[in-house]
């Protein structure tokens, strides 16, 4: 298992390398100075610390950080929507998915999101929550969900920022309640 912090545009051919290999990359994508960014990394940067004893014999994941000013030279992860921005490269870089189009049910940028993600990619489980579905009534469920969420003037992505518990402003009162 490897970790990568990419500082610095040298070291961004790395990433590339990974994915031709084969190797499972999973990237975030970050922007200096970006609020979602400066929340989601300190989360990202736990998996170092979590997978290492489950993963550290898997020589094929690799869990890169990377600001988006060294992403210029990149090949094989497809386009930016916004930041921040977490990535799956795999089978050689066939296998292309963001986190937010991932079949898992919760995206709330946790270690344990994130865990949950990594383990539905390479196929294995440590995660600290069950997981109650199998993967055909979980594509069921994501499909329907991913259905509902289309059209209206808000992204996917933002819909599925908004907290339903504690939703801020008039707006996403609404969108909570009529759903």
């Not at 997978?51 to 020589?59: E, F, G």
């Not at 990594?118 to 489980?125: D, G, L």
């Not at 329907?144 to 059209?151: A, D, E």
Request: net charge positive; charged share 30%.
């Amino acid at each position: 298992m490897y970790f990568l912090h990419i500082n610095s545009e040298k070291d961004v051919g790395q990433i590339d390398k990974y994915i031709k290999k084969g190797h499972h990359v999973f990237i975030l994508v970050y922007m200096e100075g970006c609020g979602p960014c400066n929340a989601t990394r300190p989360e990202w940067a736990k998996l170092e610390s979590a997978l290492k004893d489950q993963y550290s014999k898997n020589n094929k994941l690799v869990v890169i950080d990377v600001n988006k000013d060294y992403l210029s030279s990149v090949k094989h992860i497809g386009s930016i929507d916004g930041f921040p921005t977490m990535k799956y490269a795999g089978n050689y870089g066939k296998t292309i998915e963001t986190y937010e189009n991932s079949p898992i049910n919760t995206k709330d940028r946790s270690i344990d999101s994130f865990i949950n993600w990594i383990e539905t990619k390479i196929n294995t489980t440590i995660s600290r929550t069950p997981t109650n579905f199998s993967n055909k009534n979980r594509n069921k469920t994501y499909r329907k969900k991913r259905n509902s969420m289309r059209g209206g003037k808000w992204s996917r992505k933002y819909k599925l920022s908004i907290n339903c518990k504690k939703p801020k402003g008039f707006s996403q009162k609404q969108y909570c309640k009529y759903k």
